[in-house]
């Protein structure tokens, strides 16, 4: 093989790898935006939550949980929760906000508030509170929790709110 002729082989083989690398789609890896976290529910991975056995009451049930989502403060969690058939005791440790998304529950809070939620209910829990939770087949729902500030924490808070107001009230986005 000639010089000449060498020299034109090297040009194809340039030409076609040039052609090649701009016909194969380029995927870059993004990190997970720390801002913005969306998930199908159905395909979030469900681990195992086993229940305090001292707390159950009735019953074998058995808890599954999936951590869609922390704040950057750790002071803030969402997740997704089921549970088969049982009655336990539950302590919240967060105030916790939960919304049911399939079955139902029968609650008895501490101070003998009865209330059976079903899909599509909104109920909260204050941070540091017990609830009797009863399931009679199976329970999905999300749950929104939140770290309790400390009292003196909460108290200077409002105290702030009050003086921006000036003793009115004031939206959500305040």
Same mark, same amino acid.
């Given at each position: 093989m000639e010089l000449g002729d060498c020299m034109v082989l090297k040009l194809m083989l340039a030409?076609?790898?040039a052609f090649a690398a701009r016909a194969v789609p380029v995927v870059v890896a993004m990190p997970p935006s720390k801002n913005f976290v969306a998930d199908a529910a159905g395909a979030m991975e469900m681990k195992p939550s086993p229940i305090e056995p001292s707390w159950i009451l009735a019953g074998?049930? +058995? #808890?599954r949980i999936a951590e869609h989502s922390r704040g950057q403060d750790d002071a803030a969690l969402t997740a997704l929760w089921?549970?088969?058939?049982?009655?336990f005791r539950w302590y919240f440790g967060w105030d916790e906000t939960v919304m049911i998304l399939e079955g139902e529950v029968h609650i008895t809070t501490e101070d003998g508030v009865e209330r059976t939620l079903t899909a599509?209910?909104?109920a909260y829990f204050a941070g540091g509170t017990w609830a009797t939770w009863r399931i009679d087949?199976?329970?999905?729902? +999300? #749950?929104?929790l939140r770290k309790p500030f400390p009292k003196p924490l909460t108290m200077a808070y409002r105290l702030r709110d009050l003086v921006r107001q000036g003793g009115g009230t004031q939206g959500l986005a305040a």
């Open positions: 030409s076609m790898a074998e049930p +058995v #808890a089921d549970c088969t058939a049982g009655e599509g209910d909104v087949r199976y329970l999905r729902k +999300v #749950a929104f």
